[in-house]
């Protein structure tokens, strides 16, 4: 369904994709891991087309995202972004619905909130929530509301962006719990990029691992205690020696 | 050649940064003609350019205008000449202080805010979710406020010109004792309709240019905090030194003889 094939980005001098392929099926949860400056939050930017890339090509269903009309190409994806990323001027049902209010998926005003209180429920958010603003949630809340908003128009594809950085472990197991669960419920195909193994076990279906501007290593989350992969051994187990430089 | 080169960049820069500002200009310009429109947030940028503006640009004015009576007035003793108190404060008011004082607190007072706003957006991300939820930040963020901007500011330029003339009158006919009614008469008389519509139209271009550089400085906002004031600080002193620019054109267009 998502293809990237020999995806190149720089930034200046800054080479951050050097040859990314990736394949993600219909209906699968993929899981992005890699170190901080690896390129993973680029690699998403580049399939939106946020980002252009240098070279290679992007498709979605086979067709590339840079020749499609971008309305209803934007319309088909949910985003949930690393802080949330939620409009500070409008109050909480206006950011989930705001899809709905204005351009093709335009809805009555009357049944936009009810939908957005309908999501917002779905992510464990009472409706007294709805007429509150941004700055009046905690980390948490925000990431749920993000979460309603990314979900709103109900998308076929769903990507996730670090959507535990910055919580508490407990807190950050309900957001995973409910990411799986949402993405289980619609059918969607989901791309998520995080740090967080815990995250990885409790979202995905495949992991695909960036290092060096290129995917290392991919295969199904079961594989990854075992994969072989002194990179990937590494990463998941945290440990400042081997392959991955780090710094002290 | 070393000398040509070091010459030569900052021009190259200029020229760029100029193209760059006309290519946001006109694409910003064109969704005037692109659906859909968002009549809520032009009417937001409305309240905030113009009805918010109003308590500082009516204290500039009466300050400006008073300050600018004493002055005539005393400059004026030194050639018998302190009865064009009246013509002076009307004809400076209106042709230039009014709209320059006026664009300039509106770069002061909105320029800097939608550069902090749109910059803050941007590193928050805010403006690549407006993206994927199929908005043109163009449209949503630019357009209303650019056109708000040229709309408002000749109206607060008008506010502006009639309570710096006030600010003269109260001057005037006080601490100056010239006769009220013989003061408005003089004012009145003397200025024509080109001293009255090119201050309107000096505020259009003013709250287009204002407006516009806290729409460019906040998109090509860096990134953090310092970024965020970095966009900001740039848009204000782009937006002054444009002002002044450009009334010195619109000077030279409307009245050299």
Aim: glycine share 12%.
């Amino acid at each position: 369904m998502i293809a990237l094939k020999d995806v190149h980005k720089s930034f200046g001098s800054n080479q951050v994709l050097r040859g990314a392929n990736l394949s993600v099926g219909r209906g699968e949860s993929m899981v992005v891991i890699g170190g901080s400056g690896t390129g993973k939050s680029v690699l998403l930017k580049c399939i939106l087309g946020l980002i252009r890339p240098d070279a290679g090509t992007i498709t979605v269903d086979d067709r590339d995202v840079l020749k499609q009309a971008r309305d209803p190409f934007l319309a088909r994806f949910g985003m949930l972004f690393q802080g949330g990323a939620l409009f500070d001027s409008l109050p909480v049902w206006q950011n989930v619905s705001f899809r709905l209010l204005r351009g093709a998926l335009k809805r009555p005003r009357d049944e936009a909130r009810s939908i957005a209180i309908d999501k917002l429920g779905r992510v464990g958010l009472g409706p007294d929530v709805a007429d509150l603003y941004p700055a009046e949630l905690s980390g948490g809340m925000q990431k749920r509301v993000g979460l309603a908003r990314a979900i709103a128009a109900d998308p076929g594809i769903i990507f996730f962006d670090e959507p535990t950085t910055g919580l508490d472990p407990i807190m950050a197991g309900v957001i995973n719990a409910l990411i799986r669960e949402i993405v289980v419920e619609m059918g969607a195909t989901a791309v998520t990029i995080t740090h967080d193994m815990s995250s990885v076990r409790a979202i995905a279906d495949k992991v695909a691992m960036l290092h060096g501007g290129k995917v290392r290593w991919t295969g199904p989350v079961t594989e990854i205690d075992h994969s072989g992969d002194p990179y990937l051994d590494q990463f998941i187990h945290g440990r400042a020696d081997g392959p991955i430089a780090s710094v002290r | 050649m070393r000398f040509l080169a070091a010459l030569g960049r900052p021009v190259l820069a200029l020229l760029a940064a100029i193209g760059r500002v006309a290519i946001f200009a006109a694409d910003a310009v064109s969704h005037l003609a692109r659906p859909p429109w968002y009549p809520r947030e032009f009417a937001v940028a409305l309240v905030n350019v113009g009805y918010l503006s109003l308590p500082v640009v009516a204290l500039t004015a009466v300050f400006t205008g008073g300050a600018l009576a004493l002055q005539i007035y005393s400059g004026g003793a030194r050639f018998s000449a302190e009865a064009v108190v009246p013509q002076i404060v009307a004809i400076g008011m209106v042709r230039e202080l009014g709209p320059v004082l006026v664009g300039l607190m509106i770069a002061a007072r909105v320029t800097s805010s939608i550069a902090a706003e749109i910059a803050t957006m941007k590193v928050t991300e805010q403006i690549d979710a407006l993206v994927t939820l199929s908005t043109h930040p163009a449209k949503y963020l630019t357009l209303p406020r650019v056109v708000a901007g040229t709309l408002a500011v000749p109206l607060l330029v008008g506010v502006g010109d009639i309570i710096g003339i006030m600010g003269g009158f109260l001057v005037g006919t006080g601490p100056l004792g010239f006769n009220a009614a013989s003061y408005l008469h003089n004012t009145i008389n003397f200025l024509e309709a080109p001293d009255i519509w090119s201050s309107l139209a000096k505020g259009a271009v003013f709250g287009f240019i204002a407006t516009l550089m806290g729409c460019y400085f906040g998109m090509n906002s860096g990134r953090g905090a310092q970024g965020v004031g970095s966009a900001t600080k740039g848009s204000v002193e782009a937006a002054a030194v444009l002002i002044l620019a450009a009334n010195f054109i619109l000077t030279s267009l409307f009245f050299s003889a």
